[in-house]
């Protein structure tokens, strides 16, 4: 069974920072491509920034340049790393494994878990 344990949200004025984690268990992660995806009220969820299994990054427009995802494998965790945060980042923040195709993904690995908060105020 898969399991995705989001981490690391909170509340943060403009400007400030954020680490989101995310532990994986129940699926081979170095061989997995991951992503972090975001709601916020009232929108569609949206990719914000991927890793595939080799380590090729991709970002939305909106966040590149701002946040960072990495990936550790012995710990089967991904991270983003949210820097210059502005209230349009305000969402809850999820991670999975997209299945085949890792942009604009339709298919994940898991059931979209609880997810963490973040919340940038002006």
């Known amino acids: 069974q898969v399991q995705l344990v989001e981490s690391g949200g909170g509340s943060v004025e403009t400007g400030g920072s954020l680490r989101l984690s995310c532990v994986a268990s129940?699926?081979?992660?170095?061989?997995?491509?991951m992503g972090w995806y975001r709601q916020a009220p009232g929108k569609q969820r949206e990719s914000v920034a991927t890793i595939t299994a080799e380590g090729r990054v991709d970002y939305a427009h909106s966040v590149k340049g701002r946040f960072t995802i990495s990936k550790d494998n012995a710990k089967s965790t991904v991270y983003l790393q949210m820097n210059n945060l502005t209230p349009e980042d305000t969402a809850v923040y999820y991670c999975?494994?997209?299945?085949?195709?890792?942009?604009?993904?339709?298919?994940?690995?898991?059931?979209w878990g609880q997810g963490t908060q973040v919340t940038v105020s002006s």
């Open positions: 129940g699926i081979t992660f170095n061989k997995n491509a």
């Open positions: 999975n494994a997209p299945r085949g195709r890792i942009k604009d993904a339709t298919n994940f690995v898991s059931a």
